[in-house]
């Protein structure tokens, strides 16, 4: 049976879960010619893999973003929440806040980055004794901007603006100099990152409006959302 782009990426990233993470995807870009959807995909991945994504029961197959998070959970980005056992719960918490410590990870995952073999103390000071040590020491390594401020609670909610440039720090993206064409985006620190995630459709504003509100918190179906989009970005980049 004749394997397609598609099938060839998503095999890759089933097989090799800690593959390095710059220049993963070079040579995966034949993806097709017709733009696909994340519910299209979705569908590849599964006829790929032959079987199911993961599901969760507050994740609904009419949701928007069922697509999404169940796609970042076959990739093994995310895996829903935890009992004080560390059993599964079957839930993802699509409407909850995303932590920074959280947000680390995920991006980290996406970008193929193996948390083990950061090596080292981070300097970050909450968090040696924090789960996400080891997210918090290669973002470290990777000088992820959000951890330049030694004062900021690893528990405290990521926002909007922040989780663009965290996305481009985990890909070890350049991002170039320019103007989001949001209201509310000019001068803010992540500007420049708005303005590249939505001009390569990463993210995007309030529908019917020309906001992107840069200091509200993100939620774990936006987050997934995000996550997939720079990933099929990557995948399909020329």
Partial sequence: MQMTGLSILFGFLLLFPLAPAYGFFQGLSELGKEPLSAEKILQKLEQATGKTAPSFKDVKKDAWFHSYVSAVAEWGIVSGYKNSEGALTGEYGPSDPLSIGAILKMTLRAAKVNEMTCAGSPAHPQAK?????????????????????????????????????????????AVPLGQASFSDTGGHAYEADIAYAASLGIVSGDDGKNTFRPNDGVNRAEAAKMIYNRIVLEATKK
Avoid at 138 to 162: Q, V, W
């Fill in 129 to 173: 004794e924090h789960w996400a040590r080891q997210f918090v020491l290669c973002g470290e390594e990777r000088d992820f901007r959000i951890l330049r401020n030694k004062k900021r609670s690893l528990d405290e909610p990521a926002k909007r603006g922040e989780v663009a440039g965290i996305l481009f720090d985990a890909f070890g993206s």
